[in-house]
């Protein structure tokens, strides 16, 4: 049995100790399974500056720089010799389509045989590449999936975190989707606290008026995500909330996935445990995939609000 921590040697605040809690009490990890998503984060710039941005996104913020195409090759090459089950790779930023080089990496990983995720807010951005993605997915049918960044079926509620011009360019943006056959799915926000059910009704009301495809009943057409607020009192995640909550650590995000960026400075690239911890430098993994490939302690209000209670997944 562990012996008790004595009390001047607990940690002076919650998320503050990689092993102990606050509270005194061992704190949980998760064991990597299979690395099933590749993560890549494009760079941080962004055409919008939204205002609860969990990666801090603006036209001016370039701490994550553009990965190029040579490096995303390099990263498919390590999955192959490192014979990772990866099935697909998902690239978020800033906005994608900013990189000069998108086109290019998601064909790249397409020729490879990978499933390809996307995220985007659908503007002028994207449709700037629109005969390009009409050809990739003519020529690798069902493989590429954009998702859409539409924080609610509201005009006003979507423009308070996008902006005032944000809403007719990414309903644009879907319809073309839409009636041009992609497979394309909608992300919003679940920061206001409304009803999911309510919700729900809302999206399936606007994709029914705007003649958009998507079943808003779907959770795989439409995906709502469990809000992170960092100053929000979350608990810490321990060794004992597997079984309270009866959960299994093999379901949590990083069990499957890590996220590659390219920090502002650097030569290299940096494999990060999270998507949603692009920044941080206690879940910096590595330089490889390989050398990622540890156990990841959940060490983060968003470890506990996002990942554990809230079960939400980029992927």
């Given amino acids: 049995m562990n012996k008790p921590i004595p009390l001047l040697e607990l940690p002076s605040k919650k998320f ?4 102990i809690t606050a509270k005194g009490e061992q704190r949980a990890s998760v064991a990597p399974v299979d690395l099933e998503t590749l993560w890549i984060n494009t760079g941080s710039l962004c055409n919008l ?8 996104s603006t036209p001016t913020n370039d701490r994550l720089v553009y990965i190029s195409s040579d490096e995303v090759r390099r990263l498919l090459e390590e999955i192959e010799t490192e014979n990772f089950n990866t099935r697909e790779i998902g690239f978020t930023g800033g906005e994608p389509f ?3 080089d ?8 397409l020729e490879k045989g990978f499933e390809v995720l996307v995220l985007t807010n659908a503007m ?3 449709l700037r590449a629109a005969d ?7 020529n690798y049918p069902g493989k590429l999936t954009l998702r859409v960044s539409l924080d609610h079926y509201l005009e006003s509620r979507h423009a308070e975190e996008r902006g005032k011009r944000s809403w007719k360019p990414a309903i644009k943006g879907l319809k073309w989707l839409s009636d041009n056959d992609f497979a394309f799915c909608v992300a919003g926000r679940t920061f206001w606290g409304e009803d999911e059910s309510a919700m729900r009704a809302g999206y399936a009301e606007l994709f029914a008026n705007e003649a958009i495809n998507l079943d808003a009943q779907d959770t795989d057409d439409l995906v709502l995500f469990p809000e992170m607020d960092t100053e929000a009192d979350v608990p810490e995640i321990t060794t004992a909330c597997w079984g309270i909550l009866d959960k299994s650590p093999d379901t949590v995000m990083c069990a499957s996935s890590r996220m590659v960026v390219k920090h502002k400075g650097d030569e290299h690239l940096s494999v990060q445990a999270c998507t949603l911890l692009p920044y941080d430098q206690r879940f910096n993994m590595g330089r490889t995939l390989r050398e990622s490939w540890q156990p990841i302690k959940l060490n983060h209000p968003h470890c506990a609000k996002f990942c554990v209670l809230g079960s939400g997944s980029c992927s």
């Avoid at 390009?132 to 003519?138: D, G, H, Q, S, T």
Wanted: glycine share 0%.
């Fill in 98 to 100: 900013l990189n000069p």
């Fill in 132 to 138: 390009a993605l009409i050809v990739l997915n003519e």
């Fill in 102 to 109: 998108m086109v290019e990496i998601i064909e790249a990983c």
């Fill in 124 to 126: 002028n951005t994207m």
């Fill in 49 to 56: 500056s939204c205002e609860h941005c969990y990666i801090e």
């Fill in 16 to 19: 503050s100790d990689p092993n």
